[in-house]
């Protein structure tokens, strides 16, 4: 099993950056793919961005592309969202997931493993 724990959410206002942290514990951290999702009040999880076992493949939504970029450290057990250029439509509850899907995947529905999430806050 893997645990996953999230940190770095804040309330920001537009334009600004945030990084979020996602620091996991239990089996071999590199056995998984990992990705971010968020998820706004009233909406479905949605996918933000993922990236595989090694590091080498990385996705994201197009609503993020060219602001968000996501790395991970297997030395440390952790993966890494850098969010620029912050939105209001970036505002939700961010979660990292590992999933067996060695490159990561899309579908949410595909990860056995979830952090409790980091409010991200974005005002104008």
């Known amino acids: 099993q893997v645990q996953l724990v999230e940190s770095g959410g804040g309330q920001v206002q537009t334009g600004d950056s945030l990084r979020l942290s996602c620091a996991a514990s239990g089996e071999a951290f590199s056995s998984y793919g990992m990705g971010w999702f968020r998820q706004a009040p009233g909406k479905e999880r949605e996918f933000v961005a993922i990236?595989?076992?090694?590091?080498?493949?990385?996705k994201y939504a197009d609503s993020v592309k060219g602001r968000f970029t996501i790395s991970r450290d297997n030395a440390k057990n952790a993966v890494y969202l850098q969010m620029n250029s912050l939105k209001s439509d970036d505002t939700g509850l961010y979660y990292c997931?590992?999933?067996?899907?060695?490159?990561?995947?899309?579908?949410?529905?595909?990860?056995?493993?979830w952090g409790q999430g980091t409010q991200v806050t974005v005002s104008s």
């Open positions: 997931g590992a999933t067996t899907v060695l490159l990561g995947s899309r579908r949410h529905e595909l990860y056995g493993y």
């Open positions: 990236i595989s076992w090694s590091g080498n493949s990385k």
